[in-house]
Structure formats: C-alpha cells, structure tokens
C-alpha cells in the first residue's frame, strides 16, 4: 500500500472495533466524533503499515472522496463463458 493514507483502528461504547482509512487524520477523526449512537469513538492505534489484503477486506473507507481503486479487489474471470458479467457484491 501506499503511504498516501492514513490507518486507524476505533472502538465505540458498545465495545465494536473498526478499522478505518482515510486520506488524513482529520478524517479520520471527524469519523470518530460523528459516532451513529451520538457517541465519540476512541481512536486506538494508527497502523503505518497494514497487509494490502488486510486494507481491501476490512478496512471501512471515511474519506469525503469516492473510495481509491487501489483499496478495491478486482473481480475474478470466468473463462468458460468470457461475457457473463460478475455479480455486485456491495
């Protein structure tokens, strides 16, 4: 992955861990204020270098932007029939 983000783990009051990226910190911590419940989340740790795998799987996207295509898995082909279009899973 590239250094061009931020990784972060938060934990809420109900104790549910997340783990976030974002382009920065103020993101991340704007996130982390705005909680669903009206509670702040605690910012646990920040990562400086997560597994790309890691990142695509569990990794929640906070940024005002549209999530980066290099965070996103591509699709795998179907080689016995080449125009069958894959099944959006999100």
Same mark, same amino acid.
């Given at each position: ?14 104790g ?15 996130y982390?204020?705005?909680?669903? +419940?009206?509670?702040? %989340? ?9 597994? /790309? !795998? ?16 290099? +965070?996103?898995?591509? %699709? ?9 279009? /894959? !099944?959006?899973?999100?």
């Amino acid at each position: 992955m590239s250094t061009l983000f931020i990784y972060a783990s938060c934990k809420d009051v109900n104790g549910k861990i997340e783990y976030l990226v974002a382009p920065s910190e103020k993101d991340i911590e704007t996130y982390c204020k705005n909680g669903v +419940l009206g509670y702040d %989340k605690a910012i646990l740790h920040y990562y400086t270098n997560p597994d /790309p !795998i890691t990142v695509c799987h569990h990794f929640i996207w906070v940024g005002k932007q549209r999530r980066p295509p290099i +965070l996103n898995i591509s %699709k795998p082909h179907d080689y016995s029939d080449p125009f069958k279009i /894959p !099944i959006e899973k999100w």
